[in-house]
Nanobody, 115 residues
């Protein structure tokens, strides 16, 4: 099983980034996919989630209206489009696959929002 995130980096406030998470080794289309983030000195928090079919999404209040989660089951990939980025969005972003008691994590990708 592998979840490989990409797309992180340094961006100025107000800018945009698109994170990708490529999955392999499990039946991607049957898993809920989630993005978490963890800032220095803080607990890991759930940012966004998308159902297995992509028909349902949920977002943390802190990012509603700015971030969009999506998935392409044909490509076994989940995305996080991040717009209007703020310094407080700085964190390591992790991809997560969840189904009942099964759960997998990626290694994380750093997002830094700074001028």
């Amino acid at each position: 099983v592998q979840l490989v995130e990409s797309g992180g980096g340094l961006v100025q406030p107000g800018g945009s980034l698109r994170l990708s998470c490529a999955a392999s080794g499990f039946t991607f289309s049957s898993y809920v996919m989630r993005w978490f983030r963890q800032a220095p000195g803080k607990e890991r928090e759930l940012v966004a989630a998308i159902s297995s079919t992509g028909g349902s999404t949920n977002y943390a209040d802190s990012i509603k209206g700015r971030f969009t989660i999506s998935r392409d089951n044909a490509k076994n990939t989940v995305y996080l489009q991040m717009n209007s980025l703020k310094p407080e969005d700085t964190a390591v972003y992790y991809c997560n696959a969840y189904k009942f008691k099964m759960e997998y994590w990626g290694q994380g990708t750093q997002v830094t929002v700074s001028s």
